[in-house]
């Protein structure tokens, strides 16, 4: 029967989890080894680490910042948020800080829209956003 | 009209942090009658006779799929408590879990009681992490309660995925694989996670179990309409002076809760449930929302006259596109298609015919499918085909004209001669 799997398997998710917020990313040998302690094909593991927004196979910034942009947030102007964003940082949607400080991404929906527009920054989420306060929340993470 | 507030009559009178101050609420009193005076078999008669639905989006009988569940042969049983909470527009179930996070866990006893489980997961999306610590809390309290004497409840964290919200693909994550929908039937009451009886509800699902069973089917079976009884949470946002989150009566009017509530003016359209809910223009705001009319996840989301169709269904279809699984064909390729016409359209480069290439892909996602994304993807892009046509008609247009002026050389001569 499918749907059976090794009493470890479900583990996997928890695991990449614990290595991205550790060190940032998703290592190429930290796959391998979990895929080696499961005994399943590292293309397993890759296939899960890159079906995810919260995964990255590249090393990020110490802080992710993530702007939303979905509809209700775009309807408060969402792509000034980003701008502003882009601006404090110097680097563009997808890109980490050179000093590895941010790193900066936009999103979609993360339920906040209640407060659109909103962000992230690692947990903790941010809404009303304006221009002033965007620039006070990253400063007070540099 | 107003609110009628009994799932979140705790809320902002309770402290979600101390247990105790639940308990002065009748807290777990719905637990006990349960578990002290009652059979599962009675449970279930209960919430079946309450008319209980499902609040995730789809609407199916609660009752109906805990008795699927309870009958089911398995050496044992799950229970899913989803708290994936992606559909854009829906922020509910954060709401609930901020702050009265013990009907949560009281439901979900209930529930675990009823089907026979004694293991459950709390499925929360990775986006609402700083949740994270208020749930363990109020768990840990739960525990020194009594309340999870017979359940172990763990949660798991999701890691950025909507289709993870949908039910096969949210078992499949939970064992560790992708998030991809799976093949139905078989279906999780009879074989789901791990290959055992599962039932997934919502938060929302779950936490009006304890009010059903502690003042009985009648009591609550007396509001909504014929299919839809009780109360729901929508979330209102968009072009409104008070967004937020409001209970009212299944029935109520789309108008009450948009302009009387909400405090929308000058509205145009209002999108009911989410990426893949209904969009309606504001001659149909009279409508009552009930799972017989339009309803969904709860997510209102209102836009007023100074916004654009075309712009507004680009970005819906793209956020499908986004977060589309890719696994079958029909959803894969038809939102790529969609979203290569509206594409067009956003841009100026509209071409006749365009309207009918994206009628025409609607038709096999809705048919074909594998899961309610791809089933359902469409129904925004034929509501605002049908309400909203000349938006897009005229896009097309325009973007004929616009092409008719650039092959305009500004000197009067071929477009070559101006280069040297
Ligand atoms: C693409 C997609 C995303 C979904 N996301 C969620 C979600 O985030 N939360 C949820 O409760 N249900 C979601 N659902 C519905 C679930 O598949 C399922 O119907 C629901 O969790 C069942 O619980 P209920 O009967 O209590 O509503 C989603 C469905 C689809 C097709
Ligand atoms: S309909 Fe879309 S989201 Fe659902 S299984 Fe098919 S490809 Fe995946
Ligand atoms: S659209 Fe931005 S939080 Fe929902």
Redesign the pocket.
């Known amino acids: 029967m499918t749907g059976i799997s090794t009493d470890k398997r479900d583990t996997l998710l928890a695991m990449i989890t614990e290595e991205q917020r550790t060190l940032g990313f998703v290592s190429k040998s930290s796959m391998f080894s979990m895929a080696q302690w499961l005994g399943i094909p590292v293309a397993e593991v890759y296939g899960v680490v890159t079906f995810h927004t919260f995964f990255s196979v590249k090393p990020q910034g110490k802080h992710v910042v993530r702007s939303c942009k979905s509809v209700p947030c775009h309807l408060k102007r969402s792509e000034m948020v980003a701008s502003w964003i882009g601006d404090y940082l110097g680097v563009n949607a997808g890109e980490t800080t050179p000093d590895g400080r941010f790193s900066f991404e936009l999103t979609n929906c993360i339920g906040a829209c209640d407060q659109s527009p909103a962000m992230l920054v690692d947990d903790v989420l941010y809404g009303d956003l304006n221009q002033e306060r965007v620039a006070k929340i990253l400063k007070s993470f540099d | 009209m107003s609110e009628k507030r009994i799932l979140t009559e705790n809320c902002g009178l309770i402290d979600p942090k101390d247990i105790n101050t639940y308990l002065a609420k009748q807290g777990l009193q719905a637990w006990r009658k349960a578990r002290k005076t009652m059979t599962p078999q009675q449970v279930i008669e209960e919430i079946k006779r309450a008319g209980l639905r499902g609040r995730g989006g789809a609407g199916f009988p609660c009752g109906l799929k805990w008795e699927l569940a309870g009958r089911a042969e398995g050496e044992k049983k799950y229970l899913i408590c989803n708290a994936d909470e992606g559909e854009v527009g829906t922020f509910k179930d954060r709401f609930l879990i901020q702050n009265d996070p013990f009907s949560l866990l009281e439901g979900m006893a209930i529930s675990a009681f009823a089907i026979g489980a004694e293991k459950a997961f709390i499925y929360l999306r990775a986006e609402y992490r700083y949740l994270l610590e208020g749930l363990r809390n109020a768990l840990r309290q739960a525990e020194d309660s009594g309340l999870l004497e017979e359940l172990d409840i763990e949660i798991r964290e999701g890691a950025g995925a909507y289709?993870c919200g949908?039910e096969s693909a949210l078992m499949n994550s939970i064992e560790g694989k992708r998030g991809?929908?799976r093949f139905r039937p078989p279906f999780p009451p009879v074989n789901g996670l791990f290959g055992f009886p599962t039932i997934i509800n919502n938060v929302e699902t779950l936490a009006n179990v304890p009010l059903i069973i502690r003042n009985g089917a009648d009591w609550y079976s007396r509001m909504g309409t014929k299919e839809s009884k009780g109360t729901k949470l929508f979330c209102v946002s968009g072009d409104v002076s008070r967004p937020g989150i409001y209970e009212l009566e299944m029935g109520s009017s789309l108008k009450d809760l948009v302009i009387g509530l909400a405090g929308g003016e000058d509205v145009m359209m209002v999108q009911v449930g989410g990426s893949t809910g209904r969009v309606l223009p504001f001659s149909m705001i009279d409508i009552p929302l009930a799972y017989e009319s339009v309803l969904g996840s709860g997510a209102v989301i209102v836009f007023d006259h100074s916004r654009d169709m075309v712009d507004f269904l680009y970005r819906t279809i793209e956020f499908l596109n986004e977060e589309?699984?890719?696994?079958?064909t029909p959803?894969?390729e038809g939102i790529e298609c969609l979203i290569e016409v509206l594409d067009r359209l956003v841009n100026g480069e509209g071409v006749q015919g365009d309207l009918e290439i994206l009628e025409v892909s609607c038709a096999p996602m809705a048919s074909a499918?594998?899961?309610g994304?791809?089933?359902s993807a469409p129904t925004p892009v034929r509501d605002s085909l049908q309400y909203f046509r000349e938006a897009f008609a005229g896009r097309i247009s325009q973007s004929v004209l616009l092409r008719s002026l650039k092959s305009i050389p500004s000197s009067g001569k071929p477009a070559s001669y101006n280069q040297d």
């Open positions: 289709i949908e991809e929908a589309s699984c890719g696994l079958c959803c894969r499918s594998l899961c994304l791809g089933q």
